[in-house]
Every structure is written in C-alpha cells, then in structure tokens.
C-alpha cells in the first residue's frame, strides 16, 4: 500500500481467536448488531474494534493481533476508520460499537444524547508540527507563516487555535486546511507547503519518506507541550480514548473490565517492545512497520481510565468550547460521559 496514495477502503485483521465454552445455555439474543453476535450474557462472539489511522489504533491492533482480548469475544477484529464523519457516523447508526475516538466527539455524542461513555485515554498527545524550513523551531517562529491543519473543525484544529490565541498569534498565522493528515503529507513533500500539524504516526512517515526521497523534514514543535503552557496541566493531551455504545454497554456489561485490562497490558507492551508492536500493527494500519516503530516513542501511549483524567479531559473540553462549543455538543459534559 503507498501510504501517500489515495486511501484505500478499511482494512482489518483477525486475531483468529477461538475458544471453546464448555457451558453454553440456548437462548439467544433477539438483536444482533452487523459485527457483534451475543449468544448468552457471557458469551461474545465477535467484535470489532475501530480506531483512527493514528497512535492509539497501535495499541488496538497489536491487542487483537497478539490475541490479548481472548477473554472479550471468541473473535475479535480491527478496522480503520478514515474519517470523523465516518466515525461519528457508525457510532450513531450502531454499526460500531467499541471505538478509539477524539476525546471531543465523545463528549459531543454523549451531550447528544446518544449514550455514549468514555472508558478510558489512550494517548497523551501526538500531535506535532513537522516542516521542511529549519527557521521553525517554536510556535513564535510561525508568525507571518502559513500551517496546514488536517481535519477541518476538529479536534487538531481547534487545539492548535487555542495554542495560538494562548501565544496572542491567533492574528498572526495563517491556517489552510486539508482534508486529512496524508493529504497534509502530500502538500509538503510536493513542495507544495512548507509546514504541517499532524498526528502521529504521520509525522514520522513524513520524516522517513522525505529522507528516502534526499529531502528533510523536521519535527520543529511538541504540541503537548504547548498545550502544557495553555493548560498548566503539564504536558498532557488526553486527545483521544476508547467510547464505548449504548448497545455494547448494556448488552455485554461483562465484557468491560476484560477489555480494559486486555488494552492496558497491550499498551505496556507496545511501549517496551516498538518493533513487535509494529509487526502487529504495520498491515492493520497501512504503514510500514519501520513507521510504527519509530512513532512509538513520540505517540505519548496510555491506558488511563477516563475518571482518573477528568481534570485535564474537562481542561481540553473547556478550551476548546471557547472557541467553539458546538464541537463538544454545546455544554462540558457531565458525569454522564465517565464510564
């Protein structure tokens, strides 16, 4: 696949995970969902786990692939979304049901009323500007410059307009807009565009490809830190967690506790081994696995339940409702959002 091609549709893996129960009862349930299938109240056969083509689905799909979630579904899978639209769209619908997504979205959804509940943060932050002119080296730098932001109205975008209002440069930045990270990528290896914001593992996959290329792309600013400086929370960017639907809450309440524990043993892994993380990961998310590897380190990998960070969660939130608070769904949500 060539990551700075045209996407491609969603690609998935299976962990091929079988087990056999022993103790089955008959009854069956009534509704089923297009990917998860409940056969009793302790029985899961198979679901899956979407995430964004970003550092969190790291973690997602090195679970499934090193058959950590055995104890949550007798399958389980990993899809990609591309798109917001895309996954706010499945989220609504019911077609998803376990998803890695902007903390923002989450609290929109719930303030809408769909029901859906934030289990746990699964990065601190990866998101960074990369540039191909070494004059940039901070924030200041970036006066009477120009910034390509992916993701229009968006979680990146609105954390970088907080960043710069912060710096008193909201006037002095001009911001372009593109659709997605990889189309961000494209304008700057083109030559097109000078400097970027982008997530992680997109600005290393930037790096790699421009060297291959004789070319050099700096990674020039750590936006968490930035954030640190806005919130004065440290360097903490909960920017995106597992939600979790209605559906998947009441039908399967069990299944919870195993899939927290089986993502948070996976995310010690990831950070201690990169390389294995990435033979995993590398097919699922359409990169190459010296890509993953290298994005690791500077994808800020957690497994913190959603509760324990409300503090720096509500600080995002509330930053971001300054500018806009249709994002978050008009309101800071309430404990209604914190599984």
């Known amino acids: 696949m060539n990551l700075f091609g045209k996407p491609e549709k969603n690609s998935n893996i299976s962990n091929g995970i079988e087990r056999r129960s022993l103790l089955q009862t ?182 790699m490809k421009a060297s291959t290329a004789g070319k050099t792309v700096h990674r020039v600013i750590d936006m968490q830190k930035e954030w640190g400086a806005v919130t004065g929370l440290g360097a903490i960017m909960p920017q995106a967690g597992l939600a979790l639907a209605p559906a998947f809450l009441q039908d399967h309440p069990e299944k919870i506790a195993p899939l927290l524990s089986g993502l948070e043993k996976a995310t010690a892994e990831v950070v201690a081994n990169p390389a294995a993380a990435a033979g995993h990961a590398a097919s699922a998310l359409e990169l190459p696995w010296p890509v993953i590897e290298k994005s690791v380190p500077f994808s800020n990998l957690v497994a913190t339940p959603a509760s324990k960070v409300r503090p720096e969660i509500e600080a995002l939130l509330e930053a971001i409702a300054k500018t806009n608070a249709q994002m978050i769904g008009g309101k800071l949500p309430g404990d209604g959002l914190y599984l």
Do not use: C
């Open 26 to 207: 008959a009854a069956t349930a009534a509704l089923t969902f297009p990917f998860v299938t409940r056969v009793n109240a302790a029985t899961l056969d198979e679901l899956v786990l979407y995430g964004p083509p970003a550092g969190p689905s790291i973690t997602l799909a090195y679970a499934v692939g090193a058959g950590l979630l055995h104890d949550v579904a007798e399958r389980v899978r990993f899809r990609i979304w591309r798109t917001p639209d895309e996954m706010r769209a499945g989220l609504t619908s019911g077609t998803m049901q376990a998803v890695v997504m902007p903390v923002t979205a989450a609290a929109n959804l719930n303030n809408r009323g769909f029901g859906v509940k934030l289990a746990n943060v699964m990065t601190n932050g990866l998101l960074y500007v990369i540039s191909t002119n070494p004059e940039i080296l901070s924030i200041a730098d970036l006066a009477g410059r120009e910034i390509t932001v992916p993701f229009p109205n968006d979680t990146p975008e609105l954390v970088f307009d907080a960043v710069l209002a912060h710096r008193g440069l909201a006037d002095k930045v001009k911001v372009s807009r593109s659709g997605s990270p990889i189309e961000a990528i494209q304008l700057l290896l083109s030559g097109r565009i000078e400097t970027a914001l982008v997530p992680e593992p997109a600005a290393t996959a930037a790096m």
